[in-house]
C-alpha cells in the first residue's frame, strides 16, 4: 500500500511525474463535483477506522522517520512535531470524523432571485476543483488537509515535508481506504511521492493549469516562497502580527485576562498577540497592571518608556521589535495617542491578520473595528480566537490574510466557488 | 484639467511614476473605504453633470483622437469603438446615474452568527482596495469602470488604450469635478497618463503591492497578455466559446428562437453562441429547421454531415472551427450523442463562460446545468442573457471566468471583500 519514493532521472521526469498527478487530480475531481454528501462522509469515517486499525504499520513508518530525524540532528521541538503515538492517531481519526459531521456545502444554493422576464436565477455552490497543499513536518496535515478537500469535493495534492514522508504514505493509505470503500475515485487525494524540490515548483505554476489553488502549511521561509512563486492563487498568511490595543475606557481586569490570554494562551500561533497598544490617555493606570500580568506569567516585556517605568523587569523595545512576530513568550510594548494612534500604528506595523480592542467605548470600538484592515477584527475578546473551530467551521486548512476569494480562517465553505444556473422558459434577449 | 501625457525618460522613470500612482490610490482607498453611499452617489451624480455641460469639449478632444485613428489608417469599426457623440455622452451621463442608483454593498453584513461563549461574529463586506483596468479604445469604459470601482468604495488606476486617451482625459476631468464636489480625494480615479508600454507592465507586477486586482477590457491579446504577466488577481475571461444544445426533448419552436437570438442578437458579445449542439437521437427533425433559421437570418453555417445533409448552404466544418470563438454572423454545429454528449463537448471546447440547454426534459436539464463547469449555465434560455444588467446587477465591470472571488459578471459587490468583525465581553480562548 505504500507508495514508494520514485526518483526521477531527470527535471523532465519531475515535470512529467507532476503532470501526471496534476490530471489525475483533475479527472478525479470531475467525480467529486457530484458526490453526494452520505459517500464523501463514508470514505472519511472508513478511514477513520484504517487509520485505527493501523496503528502499530502508522507507528513503524514513523519511527523511521524519527530515526533519520535523530541522525540529522534535529531539535526537541522538531522532533516533537514529527512524532505520532497512539494518542495522536486517535486525535487524528477523531479529527476525519468532525469532519464528516460538518456540513456540506456542496450543492447550495447561495442565493436565488426571478428577473421581470421570468429568468430564475440562482448562485449555486461549487467545489474550486484541486487543491493543492504544500507542508512541513507534521504529518497529521496529510490527514486533516485531505478530510477538508474532500468533504469540499476537491481533489488534493499533498507536497508534505520529506522529514515525515513515511509517516505521510502510512496515513495516505488509510485515505485510500475509506475512498475504495465508498467507490470515490483512488486519485481523490495524491501524495508527491517524490522529495525532489522541483516538485514543490511545478506545483506552484500550476500542474498545466490543473490546480486551482495552494495552500501552504509552514514556517516563514515556505510561505515566502510560494507567495513569490505561485502563478496560481494562494491561500495563506505569511505572519501574524497581531495586535491588542487597550483603550483609555477599557475595562482593567477584562483588559488584564485578555492580553495574558492572547499571548500567553499559545505563543507559537498566528492569532497569538505580539505587540500590545496602550492608550497615553487613560486617567487610570493601564501600563502598570498590564505589564506586571505578562511579566507575571513569564513573558519577556519589551517596551518604550512608559512600559520599562512601569517595571523594572521591562527592557527597552528596539525598533524592529515593532511589526516583529516572535512566536514566544516576548511581547513589544508601546503607548499610543488613543484609538486614532492604534489605528495607525495597526496600519503600519500590522500584518492585516487578527486584531483587537479592549474598551467599554461604543464609539472608539466601532472606529477600530471600520478602520483596521484585517481578515479579523476584535471588540473585548481574545485575538486568540483566530481559528475556524472557535468561528464555528468546524475545521480550517489555514488562515488566509489576503483579500479575495477566502479571508481569515480558510474552511470547508472557502474551499468553494460557485456557478450561476439560469431557468427559463423560452427567454431571448430583445435588442 | 486635461492632465498632458508625461513622457517619463526611462524605464526606471516610468517605474517611479507608477508607483507614485499607486500610492496615491491607496491612500485614496483608506478614505473611500469609510464614505457614505451619499457621498459617494453626490460625485458619480456631479460627475454626470459635468459631463453635460462639456459636450463640445469632448467632442473637440474626442476628434483630436478621430483624426489621428484616421492618418492611422484604421476601419470602420475601429474608428466607431472610438467615436463619441452627443447622444453616446449622454449614454454615459446616465449610465454614472444608474451606478448611482445601485445599492451600496459597503458595510453590508454579509453573515452573524453568535457562538457557544457568546462571541458575535459578523462577516462584513468592505472595499477590495486598489483596482487597475486596462482597457482598449472605448472611451466610456473611463466611466463605466470609474463608477464600478467608486462605488464599491474602492481607488482606480485606469489605462485606457493611447487611441482614445485625449477623450479619456476630457472624461477623466469630469469625474474628478463630481469627486471635488462631493469631497472625495482626486486620486480616487487616476488615468495612467503615459503611454510608454512598461506602464501595464508595471500595473501587471502590482505597482508595489498597492493594487488588489486587475480588470482588463478588450481584445484577447490584451487579456493574454494580462494572465499571463500579472502578478496580482485578475478579473477576466478570454474567449466566450458559448454553446447552446438542443435536446431530443426539447420544444421545436423555443429551440429556434432562442438559437437564432444566441448567435445573431449580437455577434460581438462574448455572450453570443458559437457553437450549436444538436441531439443525434431526435425523432423530430430538429438540425433541419434550425439550420435554416440560422441561415435565413443571415448566419454562415459550418457543420458536420448531418447538418451538411440538412441543407445545402452549409458548409464543411473544420476541426479548428469547434472551439472557436467567430465574434461574427458565424456558427459551428454539431450532431452529439444526448446530453452526455454536449456535456463531454462542452468539457473539451469549452471555455467555462457560458453554456445552454433547450430542453423540456427536467432530468436532462438537471444533469447539464449540473455537470457543465461554466460561470453561466442556462435551461431554455438565449446565452445572450450573460450580462451584468440583465441578472439585475446594474451594471458590470466585465465578466469573470476564473473561478476565484468573483465568477461571471463582475458587478459592485464582486469589487468588494469582506472582514470579520467579532464582538465579545472579555472572553479568552481556554487551554
Known amino acids: 500500500m505504500a507508495t514508494a519514493i520514485k526518483i526521477p532521472a531527470t527535471a523532465e521526469d519531475v515535470d512529467r511525474l507532476m503532470l501526471d498527478l496534476g490530471h489525475a487530480a483533475r479527472a478525479a475531481a470531475a467525480e467529486l463535483a457530484l458526490a453526494p454528501r452520505s459517500v464523501k462522509d463514508k470514505a472519511l469515517n472508513e478511514a477513520a477506522r484504517a487509520l485505527r486499525e493501523s496503528v502499530p504499520a502508522i507507528l513503524s513508518a514513523n519511527e523511521t522517520d524519527l530515526a533519520a530525524a535523530r541522525a540529522a540532528g534535529r531539535n526537541a521541538a522538531y522532533l516533537d512535531r514529527l512524532m505520532l503515538n497512539p494518542s495522536r492517531i486517535e486525535g487524528i481519526a477523531k479529527g476525519l470524523e468532525a469532519v464528516a459531521a460538518l456540513d456540506d456545502p456542496v450543492g447550495d444554493t447561495i442565493a436565488r432571485w426571478t428577473r421581470p422576464n421570468g429568468l430564475v436565477i440562482s448562485r449555486v455552490r461549487v467545489p474550486l476543483g484541486v487543491v493543492g497543499i504544500i507542508y512541513e513536518s507534521r504529518p497529521n496535515v496529510t490527514a486533516d488537509a485531505g478530510a477538508l478537500t474532500l468533504k469540499s469535493g476537491n481533489a488534493a495534492i499533498l507536497r508534505g515535508g520529506s522529514d515525515s514522508h513515511a509517516s505521510s504514505v502510512a496515513i495516505l493509505g488509510c485515505l485510500k481506504r475509506g475512498l475504495a470503500a465508498a467507490g470515490l475515485p483512488e486519485d481523490s487525494i ?14 506552484l505554476r500550476g500542474l498545466g493549469g490543473t490546480i486551482d489553488v495552494i495552500v501552504p502549511r509552514g514556517g516563514k521561509s515556505l510561505v515566502e516562497r510560494v507567495q513569490n512563486e505561485a502563478r496560481v492563487p494562494v491561500f495563506a498568511h505569511l505572519e501574524g502580527i497581531c495586535h491588542t490595543y487597550v483603550d483609555a475606557a477599557a475595562d482593567l481586569e477584562m483588559a488584564r485576562r485578555i492580553v495574558v490570554n492572547a499571548k500567553m494562551r499559545r505563543t507559537g500561533v498566528c492569532g497569538a498577540t505580539e505587540c500590545l497598544l496602550v492608550d497615553a490617555n487613560a486617567r487610570q493606570d493601564l501600563m502598570g497592571p498590564l505589564v506586571k500580568a505578562l511579566l507575571d506569567a513569564g513573558c519577556e516585556v519589551r517596551g518604550d518608556e512608559s512600559a520599562r517605568k512601569a517595571d523594572p523587569r521591562v527592557r527597552a523595545a528596539s525598533p524592529d521589535d515593532y511589526g516583529h512576530e516572535f512566536l514566544d513568550a516576548v511581547i513589544a510594548v508601546k ?29 472608539s470600538a466601532d472606529k477600530f473595528l471600520q478602520r483596521v484592515d484585517s481578515a479579523i477584527v476584535l471588540h473585548n475578546a481574545s485575538t486568540q480566537f483566530a481559528d ?21 480562517p480558510v474552511g470547508v465553505e472557502q474551499l468553494t466557488t460557485f456557478k450561476y444556473v439560469v431557468r427559463g422558459d423560452g427567454q431571448v434577449r430583445p435588442g
Not at 495524491?190 to 506545483?203: F, I, K, N, S, Y
Not at 494612534?341 to 496600519?347: L, S, T
Open 335 to 363: 503607548t499610543v495617542d488613543g484609538v486614532d494612534g492604534a489605528i495607525r500604528h495597526i496600519a503600519r506595523y500590522g500584518s492585516q491578520h487578527t486584531d483587537a480592542i479592549v474598551t467599554a467605548d461604543q464609539s
Open 190 to 203: 495524491q501524495l508527491v511521492p517524490t522529495t525532489d524540490r522541483e516538485a514543490v515548483g511545478a506545483m
Open 388 to 408: 475556524g473551530g472557535e468561528f464555528g467551521m468546524g475545521a480550517e486548512i489555514g488562515i488566509a490574510t489576503g483579500k479575495m476569494h477566502a479571508r481569515g
